[in-house]
């Protein structure tokens, strides 16, 4: 039930864009995604709800195709403090638990 | 005002001996939750408690885990007879209205427990 995330990892220089996907083999009511620095705990991105809406922050957006029950994270023109581990968890109909992907690891070189 | 925050920060024990980690959430804020990371790993779920009651509890590995909440604040997870495979961070999440779904969960800076 563990989403699966693509790629495990990026590689980028300073100002290049990246897309981080996460697919569910289950029907899905909402995708999260959280960054995690070295460390730390992991803060907040967005949350997406079954519609297929969009949601932006910053230069980070996401989006969420429930047909295909896949949830995809875009960052445009990536800054240094983007580097981390993005994590997405998903959540069933139905469910109270957050089951998160096992992670990509994004990092940006200046 | 602050965020949430877990004690110890750090845990060095041995195999066999039982630990107890502690999380305090933000300030009213219903819904409690524990996650286990071990090294380069994801998140995995433990227990979300929902008030003082924990309606799922079924990210708990073993019987010698297990959690409770009291007073809709502090949240103990308790291992008892720990083994080396229990070595990880123990995270701990709280958001102010239950419902995973869709509300944002705030974590705190997670305990580093280490069995020798």
């Known amino acids: 039930q563990q989403p699966v995330q693509s790629p495990q990892a990026v590689i980028l220089r300073e100002g290049e864009d990246a897309v981080i996907n996460c697919s569910s083999s289950?029907?899905?009511?909402?995708v999260h995604w959280y960054r995690q620095k070295h460390g730390e705990a992991p803060v907040f991105l967005m949350i997406?709800?079954?519609?297929?809406e969009q949601k932006g922050h910053e230069k980070i957006s996401a989006s969420f195709n429930e047909k295909k029950q896949q949830s995809s994270l875009y960052l445009t023109a990536s800054q240094l403090s983007y580097s981390g581990t993005y994590f997405c968890?998903?959540?069933?109909?139905?469910?109270?638990?957050?089951?998160f992907g096992q992670g990509t690891r994004l990092t940006i070189n200046p | 005002g602050a965020g949430v925050s877990q004690s110890p920060s750090n845990k060095v024990t041995e195999k066999g001996k039982d630990v107890e980690l502690r999380c305090d959430p933000i300030?009213?804020?219903?819904?409690l939750y524990w996650y286990r990371q071990r090294l380069g790993q994801g998140l995995e779920f433990l227990i979300y408690?929902?008030?003082?009651?924990?309606?799922?509890k079924s990210g708990l590995p073993s019987d010698r885990f297990s959690a409770e909440r009291t007073g809709e604040s502090v949240s103990t997870l308790t291992i008892q007879r720990t083994q080396q495979e229990d070595s990880a961070v123990y995270l701990c999440?709280?958001?102010?209205?239950?419902?995973?779904?869709?509300?944002?969960?705030?974590f705190g800076p997670g305990t580093r427990l280490t069995v020798l």
């Open positions: 408690f929902q008030g003082n009651s924990a309606p799922d």
């Open positions: 968890g998903t959540v069933f109909q139905g469910a109270q638990k957050l089951v």
């Open positions: 289950k029907a899905l009511y909402s």
């Open positions: 997406l709800l079954k519609g297929g």
């Open positions: 300030s009213g804020h219903t819904a």
């Open positions: 999440a709280s958001s102010l209205l239950a419902g995973a779904a869709v509300n944002e969960q705030f």
